[in-house]
């Protein structure tokens, strides 16, 4: 077993050269970064209770509430390491524990916006039915949560992404296969056997209902790699500062060297 942890511990972090980057940080300070991750927090976190409240007995059924979860375990894990490291550097495997929960969040996240925004709420506004009407009714009914749990906690998740330096390697894709195909699974089972339609028009009886399921697949695919492509453009911004100081450092030595020569010679020869 513990060979096998080795192996994964070596192909999944070391062999892409994964650093734990956590609290690297550009365009903000220190404690303006932990300001937005503690407000991000606590959202996410009456958010979450709140959605557990409301959802309980079918939680587990809808992808929304898996990646508001995820986004959750990521803040909730990120504030432990604040309290119990003071923001340094973090020790031992937690950190990609963290990481990979960021990925996680950031990929599903999206998904979830795409296909909410984009699928879910154009086909329940053309439901001209009963049970379009009683949809569209409940989910204005609770209009604050339903755009909690779809937008406002993601965009808190783009803007930790947007001044983190959390890389996104594409061996982690398969990592997030196995989460994206098992919900798939899930739904599969739970809407045949149950014969209850989890998405309006998704009962995998029509057309519309595998069109879904592969546009889920592909889209969650295109999401990690817009996290990969974000990844490595921050990534190549922040190497060649750190290039350039590296650099620079040596040089400003040599100057202050001469400097130190220069002054000294002329006082000796005063």
């Known amino acids: 077993i513990m060979s096998i942890v080795s192996r994964l511990k070596n192909y999944f972090w070391e062999s892409e050269h ?46 929304t509430q898996w990646s508001a979860l995820f986004v959750f375990v990521f803040y909730t894990l990120l504030m432990i390491e604040y309290l119990w490291n003071k923001g340094n550097t973090v020790q031992g495997g937690l950190w990609r524990v963290i990481h990979f929960f960021f990925e996680l969040s950031f990929t599903f996240g999206l998904i979830v916006s795409i296909i909410f925004w984009l699928i879910l709420v154009p086909i329940l506004l053309t439901m001209d039915d009963v049970e379009g009407y009683l949809k569209r009714k409940i989910y204005w009914d609770d209009y604050l949560i339903n755009t909690e749990i779809h937008g406002v906690n993601y965009i808190f998740l783009f803007i930790e992404f947007y001044f983190n330096r959390i890389e996104f390697p594409y061996s982690h894709l398969l990592l997030f296969l196995p989460f994206s195909i098992g919900y798939m699974i899930l739904l599969v089972a739970y809407t045949l056997i149950a014969q209850r339609e989890i998405y309006p028009q998704i009962n995998f009886k029509n ?39 590296s650099a620079s450092t040596p040089l400003m030595l040599e100057q202050t060297y001469q400097l130190i020569w220069v002054t000294v010679c002329a006082l000796h020869s005063n």
Request: charged letters at 20%; hydrophobic letters at 45%.
């Open 18 to 63: 994964i650093k734990n980057r956590l609290f690297e940080r550009d365009y903000i300070s220190s404690k303006g970064m932990f300001i937005i991750r503690l407000i991000g927090f606590i959202i996410v976190f009456q958010m979450t209770i709140h959605m557990l409240i409301e959802s309980y007995a079918y939680f587990y059924l809808y992808l």
């Open 207 to 245: 057309w519309v209902s595998y069109v879904f399921f592969f546009s889920a697949i592909v889209c969650g695919v295109c999401s990690f790699s817009l996290g990969v492509c974000i990844s490595r453009r921050k990534k190549h911004r922040y190497s060649d500062k750190e290039n350039t100081s």
